[in-house]
């Protein structure tokens, strides 16, 4: 397990010994990718305030094929399957590049 798993306090799924164990583990994983999803939000919130100082635009394409890269690798190194990963975050990304064009005003 990663040392964020540790640090959350989550545990592995081959110590959970009953179906109610393995749904509670689901619920907290669940609030713990709420958790990191939020924060990802703010941080994206941040980065628009810097692209307006800046006059960036919104949408960077090789910033989200750097992203989705970045993704890919890290679901194969963390056991779960790449593609699955790259299309959750290419509508994550969407979205949160949406919402930087909401902020910059230009919709």
Known sequence: MTALLESTGMRDPATLGD???????????????CDLLAHRARVISRAAELKTSNGWPARIDARVD?????????????????ELAEVL???????????????LGRE
């Open 19 to 33: 179906m109610i164990e393995l749904r509670a583990e689901v619920d907290a994983t669940d609030a713990a990718l």
């Open 66 to 82: 750097e992203v989705i890269g970045n993704v890919r690798r890290n679901a194969e190194a963390g056991g779960w399957d790449p």
């Open 89 to 103: 975050w290419r509508e994550l990304v969407d979205w949160s590049i949406r919402r930087e064009q909401t902020a």
